[in-house]
T-cell receptor
Framework: DTGVSQDPRHKITKRGQNVTFRCDPI?????LYWYRQTLGQGPEFLTY????????KSRLLSDRFSAERPKGSFSTLEIQRTEQGDSAMYLC????????????FGSGTRLTVV | DAKTTQPNSMESNEEEPVHLPCNHS???????IHWYRQLPSQGPEYVIH???SNVNNRMASLAIAEDRKSSTLILHRATLRDAAVYYC???????????FGAGTILRVKS
């Protein structure tokens, strides 16, 4: 297990289309997080899962965004009816869940909405 | 969430030590101090974390003030590959998420 994998690395889509991103965490990590990062800013928290349960969602996550983690393994983040403002890097991270341990991040999916 | 304050940017010469400061005056007694860095076009990377005592690992050292209201990340010999954005983060009081600020852009000159 070499780390957190995200797919695709890049996605260009037309405004109004739906997109879905996938994240495969480190297998023994029970927590999975999604973040969004725009140019020049630090990552912003979107949501996190403990196993298959989605325990927290940011107010940034509008109704057009949905995330799932079936069976507590990989996760998907879907954006419906994309808007230009959704253009960003979407980062996934996983952790073992305790406060003292760090997160392992994937390399992200860069979304460009044209 | 307790917040941290970091300089926007710092510059260092290659092969010299770098001290990256972070203020966290509202830290609670149970907050861990985490440092991450983000290289261009990559996700953030864990560097080090600590609670009260100074910590060392292969990447860096973390010096924590006695009152815990500030900390310093120390890179002992900066290389060009250390050029990145460095984030100082207090682990959320219930441990649920990391809250990133803007971080410090570290530039390393050869």
């Amino acid at each position: 297990d070499t780390g957190v994998s995200q797919d695709p690395r890049h996605k260009i889509t037309k405004r109004g289309q739906n997109v879905t991103f996938r994240c495969d965490p480190i297998s023994e990590h029970n927590r999975l997080y999604w973040y969004r990062q725009t140019l020049g800013q630090g990552p912003e928290f979107l949501t996190y899962f403990q196993n298959e349960a989605q325990l927290e969602k940011s107010r940034l996550l509008s109704d057009r965004f949905s995330a799932e983690r079936p069976k507590g393994s990989f996760s998907t983040l879907e954006i419906q009816r994309t808007e230009q403002g959704d253009s960003a890097m979407y980062l996934c991270a996983s952790s073992s869940g305790t406060r003292s341990y760090g997160y392992t991040f994937g390399s992200g999916t860069r979304l460009t909405v044209v | 969430d307790a917040k941290t304050t970091q300089p926007n940017s710092m510059e260092s010469n290659e092969e010299e030590p770098v001290h990256l400061p972070c203020n966290h005056s509202t830290i609670s007694g149970t907050d861990y101090i985490h440092w991450y860095r983000q290289l261009p076009s990559q996700g953030p990377e864990y560097v080090i974390h600590g609670l009260t005592s100074n910590v060392n690992n292969r990447m860096a050292s973390l010096a924590i003030a006695e009152d815990r209201k500030s900390s310093t990340l120390i890179l002992h010999r900066a290389t060009l590959r250390d050029a990145a954005v460095y984030y100082c983060i207090l682990r959320d009081s219930n441990g649920n998420k990391l809250v990133f600020g803007a971080g410090t852009i570290l530039r390393v000159k050869s």
